[in-house]
């Protein structure tokens, strides 16, 4: 099915661990994008892309690196987790051609840090 | 500041009963796109409604309707004749004319049986 696909679903590192979280989407959308979730806190923009070779920073982007180096994939690696890194991520992707409809959610990653 | 403001933490209504959830936004700019999300049990981020700042008109589709007032800078949903399946968060956002979508903090909905 199309859509926005997000491995793993689920995780654990211990501090100071890197890992990468995946996203894929087969909609050819140009505009993806990683956000956290946290109690009380709704959901926080950490990268977004525009486009193949094109990252900016959200509102919390500190301790994460994003790349784009195809249309399908957004990666959002951590260097050297920390127990505040400790969140659910949601990986959205959109075109930015067609604007008549929303922002396409992936299922998110559930991720513990030690 | 352009902001999403979700006043309402935590909603409890008993089943068949109407609940409205609040959203109260601040932008400067004159176009923008309100959206609604529904966030069940289960994780996922349901998009529920998209509304462009040049269309004030309600919309209703089945038991839920919108109501978007520029004046008053809010774009409420309500829900009628609420049912079990409607507990979950629901978070209002806004994208401010760039590609950037943001975020209320979320209202958690919880529908007695």
């Known amino acids: 099915n199309a859509g926005v696909t997000q491995t793993p679903k689920f995780q654990v590192l211990k501090t100071g661990q890197s890992m990468t979280l995946q996203c894929a989407q087969d909609?050819?959308?140009?505009?993806m994008s990683w956000y956290r979730q946290d109690p009380g806190m709704g959901l926080r923009l950490i990268h977004y892309s525009v486009g193949a070779g094109i990252t900016d920073q959200g509102e919390v982007p500190n301790g994460y690196n994003v790349s784009r180096s195809t249309t399908e994939d957004f990666p959002l690696r951590l260097l050297s987790a920390a127990p505040s890194q400790t969140s659910v991520y949601f990986c959205?992707?959109?075109?930015?051609?067609?604007?008549?409809?929303?922002?396409?959610f992936g299922s998110g990653t559930r991720l513990t840090v030690v | 500041a352009q902001k999403v403001t979700q006043a309402q933490t935590e909603i409890s209504v008993v089943e068949k009963e109407d609940v409205t959830l609040d959203c109260v936004y601040e932008?400067?700019?004159?176009?923008?796109?309100l959206f609604w999300y529904k966030q069940p049990p289960s994780g996922e981020l349901v998009f529920l409604i998209r509304?462009?700042?040049?269309?004030?008109q309600n919309e209703i589709s089945g038991r839920y309707s919108w109501n978007f007032q520029k004046s008053t800078s809010s774009f409420n949903f309500t829900i009628t004749a609420s049912q079990v399946v409607d507990s979950a968060v629901y978070f209002c956002a806004l994208n401010f004319g760039n590609e950037k979508l943001t975020f209320g903090t979320g209202t958690r909905l919880t529908i007695i049986p």
């Open positions: 909609m050819n959308h140009e505009y």
């Open positions: 959205a992707s959109r075109s930015l051609v067609l604007r008549d409809y929303g922002y396409t």
């Open positions: 509304r462009n700042s040049f269309d004030e």
């Open positions: 932008t400067r700019d004159t176009t923008y796109y």
